[in-house]
């Protein structure tokens, strides 16, 4: 009785060890080069890998898309408005990139463990982006003139490219399933003639012997 219950406890204890998710740490590098960090857990990280791939396949498309919308609508200032230049800049395209994922070697069974760990990573982040801004700002003088126009537009792209590859994934008509021949229906075995009985001989009556007159001899014997 003891033994099977122990048993029972170990099966279920590997159930549960089986069904408990790890977390990991994602670095996402933006279409615009932004750099965050993300806690998933497995699960997640499988969908975020699916999504990634999803954006590769229609990241040029939707990028050529959004550019056009953006030079119809540069043309549709410059024709309402022939005397000023148009507001909106010229498409960043040379600036957008696909995002990228990496994942940290490390795995946690911890989520709060992970989120510390992302925190760190943030601000180690924070710092060294400080001290190049730093490092620029001295070796411009002070004189480096922060584009705001641009940053701007840089951002609006990033939001209208992420907009047109949902759009693009949801228009994509999945891949129609092959067509499985019917069965073609089982011969069906011809029935055999019913087995016609030979007829049997008719029958010969057996021949009745002639009667034989008495003879004299036998007539005066009586």
Not at 48 to 77: G, P, S, T, Y
Not at 94 to 119: C, F, G, H, I, N
Request: with cysteine; hydrophobic share 50%.
């Amino acid at each position: 009785m003891k033994q099977a219950c122990w048993l029972a406890a170990m099966v279920v204890g590997m159930a549960v060890a089986a069904r408990a998710e790890s977390y990991s740490i994602v670095q996402l590098t933006d279409m615009n080069r932004d750099v965050t960090f993300q806690v998933v857990s497995s699960t997640e990280l499988r969908d975020l890998k699916k999504q990634m791939d999803a954006e590769e396949k229609f990241f040029q498309k939707a990028k050529e898309l959004v550019a056009k919308d953006w030079a119809a609508r540069i043309a549709a200032e410059r024709k309402a408005n022939e005397k000023n230049a148009p507001k909106t800049p010229p498409f960043p395209g040379s600036q957008l990139r696909e995002r990228v994922m990496s994942v940290m070697p490390r795995t946690y069974m911890k989520r709060d463990e992970a989120d510390k760990a992302v925190q760190a990573l943030e601000e180690r982040a924070a710092r060294t982006a400080f001290a190049k801004q730093e490092l620029e700002n001295k070796a411009s003088k002070g004189l480096k003139v922060v584009n705001h126009e641009k940053e701007l537009a840089l951002s609006e792209a990033v939001s209208l490219l992420k907009a047109k590859i949902e759009e693009l994934k949801g228009t994509a008509a999945p891949a129609a399933p092959a067509a499985v021949p019917a069965a073609a229906p089982a011969a069906v075995p011809a029935a055999a003639p019913a087995a016609v009985p030979a007829a049997a001989p008719a029958a010969v009556p057996a021949a009745v012997p002639a009667a034989v007159p008495a003879t004299p001899a036998a007539r005066g014997a009586k």
